[in-house]
């Protein structure tokens, strides 16, 4: 990659000001290093646009001298996709943070890239409206990097992941023009769907600078329960169960042995039912009008299925049940680099790749530890691997472990995207047709590599 030399870095100062051209070792570490810790990248510079005409003025530069950018919003992302690994310069997204009125009439908000979620959420509540993806990085993740990995969370149950809220984007390509189209038609069939086709494209082919999003109805009256099951097997057949007779379903998530006794440990909390389980699952059920009985119901249904319930109606009682599964990613951390293994298995294969998981695992790397939890209503188990001293786990372990997913007829990502971290394992989910097509829509749209080259779908000079 061509350097920055001085007239190029003056370039792109002019656009953004100085103060927001950083170049200082310990101005840009922090847009280097990703959540984990275990994608650790170098950049030149980082670049803090205000407005999508300072981001298309710095993509049109840096195509022309032929320098690739990599797009960053909050830097949450858990697949190494959003830190310069090739020591791309980092266009930082976080000042497009404004949120346009919201659209009552069509139920629908235009917000700009690096608006967070938690904002989002409380820009919209006033109206009783809420934002169809919720996860617990929500203080710090932007709507522009949600769009960018399509992002799911603990309502795709109800609502779908990020792709299912996106009626529109404004969009600067790779060569510097912009694309725009916020109106929020809930129809519009006139041809190819360029809001979707960026959902997912883990900022490799444009840059998201603003999106028009659908709301749903904010649901005040609230239901969470915990459920203890003796087997994995079980907590699959109740998933199904509840799926069917919960109309109300809001959230269904679970937490295996090894993520529960590390979570309770970390909030220094005992498991609040069935001490003894071997998972777990938090269900939710949202409405307009009290959901405890239809969710009570529902779980009276499954009989002897279930071990032990507890129940949360207030929103104390709930957030008490809820710490146990919000708080698992912050208490691996604190473990030491884990690989993070997200992926989905058909419902009938779910048990067993719980099970087998453990001893796949250890076949690799006799020291390594597995943490698994996850969002059961989908499908998607959240897999980690922690090697001996919460060391990186040998390599090996990932192959394994995705192969394994592959074999079962499973996805190697549900939620988090390819990133740099799976990018070689991409196959594995991915027909050599399918691969062929995304280099083609990768080449059509960014020629020169400019955006994020590394991530997702390598870009190859012709
Ligand atoms: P970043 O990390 O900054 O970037 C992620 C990717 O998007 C990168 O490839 C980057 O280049 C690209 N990108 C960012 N902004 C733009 C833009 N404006 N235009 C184009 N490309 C862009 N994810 C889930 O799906 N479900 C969860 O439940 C979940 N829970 C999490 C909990 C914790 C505690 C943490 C730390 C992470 C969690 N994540 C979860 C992962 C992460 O929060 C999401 O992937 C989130 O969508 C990333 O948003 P971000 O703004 O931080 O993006
Ligand atoms: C979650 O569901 C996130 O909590 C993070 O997707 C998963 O830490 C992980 O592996
Ligand atoms: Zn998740």
Same mark, same amino acid.
């Given at each position: 990659? %061509? ?10 100062? #002019? ?11 310990? @101005? ?18 980082? @670049?803090?646009?205000? !407005?999508?005409? &300072?981001?298309?003025?710095?993509? /049109? ?9 990599? %797009? ?16 791309? *310069?980092?266009? /930082? ?49 932007? *709507? ?19 792709? +299912? ?36 494209? &883990? ?33 699959? /057949? ?37 001490? !003894? ?36 109606? !207030?929103?104390?009682?709930? #957030? ?11 208490? *691996? ?26 001893? =796949? ?6 020291? #390594? ?29 990932? /192959? ?11 996805? =190697? ?22 691969? !062929? =097509?995304?280099?083609? =829509?990768?080449?059509?749209? +960014?020629?020169?590599? *400019? ?12």
């Amino acid at each position: 990659m %061509p350097s920055i030399d001085k007239a190029l870095f003056q370039e792109f100062e #002019a656009i953004v000001g100085a103060t927001h051209a950083l170049h200082q070792d310990e @101005l840009v570490a922090s847009y280097t290093t990703d959540w984990t810790g275990r994608f650790r990248g170098h950049t030149p510079l980082v @670049l803090r646009p205000g !407005d999508t005409e &300072e981001v298309a003025q710095i993509v /049109s530069v840096a195509a022309d001298a032929g320098i690739a950018l990599v %797009p960053q919003g909050g830097n949450t992302g858990l697949v190494g996709g959003s830190v310069p690994l090739g020591g791309e *310069i980092v266009l /930082s997204l976080l000042r497009l943070d404004g949120c346009e009125p919201v659209d009552v009439l069509a139920q629908q908000v235009t917000l700009e890239a690096g608006v967070t979620l938690a904002r989002a959420q409380s820009h919209v509540s006033p109206f009783n409206l809420d934002v169809g993806v919720d996860l617990a990085a929500r203080d710090s993740c932007t *709507i522009g990097g949600m769009i960018a990995t399509n992002a799911g969370g603990i309502n795709v149950v109800r609502y779908g992941p990020m792709r +299912d809220q996106l009626l529109g984007v404004e969009a600067v390509m790779a060569d510097g023009s912009t694309i725009s189209r916020l109106e929020g038609l809930e129809k519009d069939n006139t041809g190819y769907h360029l809001p979707g086709l960026l959902a997912g494209s &883990e900022g490799s082919l444009a840059v998201i600078t603003k999106a028009r999003l659908r709301l749903h109805p904010h649901l005040e009256e609230r239901c969470s329960a915990m459920l203890a099951f003796n087997s994995v097997q079980d907590a699959v /057949s109740a998933t199904a169960q509840l799926r069917h007779s919960v109309l109300d379903l809001q959230a269904v998530e679970v937490i295996f042995r090894g993520a529960m006794e590390l979570v309770s440990d970390y909030i220094s909390t005992s498991i609040p039912v069935g001490s !003894d389980a071997s998972a777990w699952l938090i269900v939710e059920a949202a409405s307009t009008s009290d959901p405890t009985d239809q969710l009570a119901g529902a779980i009276d249904d499954l009989g002897t299925l279930v071990m032990d319930v507890a129940v949360g109606r !207030d929103s104390a009682s709930r #957030a008490g049940l809820w710490q146990f599964r919000e708080k698992i990613t912050e208490a *691996i951390a604190t473990q030491g680099t884990p690989h993070k293994l997200d992926v989905t298995l058909p419902a009938s294969r779910l048990a067993e790749f719980v099970s087998e998981i453990p001893q =796949i695992v250890e076949t690799v790397d006799s020291g #390594a530890t597995t943490v698994m939890f996850g969002h059961l209503g989908d499908g998607n188990v959240h897999v980690n691997v922690l090697g001996r001293g919460g060391l990186e786990p040998d390599e090996g372990v990932e /192959s394994a472990v995705l192969t394994y997913v592959a074999h079962l007829g499973g996805s =190697i990502s549900a939620e988090h995207g390819i990133g740099t971290a799976k990018k070689d394992f991409l196959h594995l989910s991915r027909s050599e047709a399918e691969l !062929d =097509i995304f280099r083609a =829509i990768k080449s059509s749209l +960014d020629p020169e590599g *400019i955006l994020s080259p590394n991530t997702l779908i390598p870009y190859e000079h012709q």
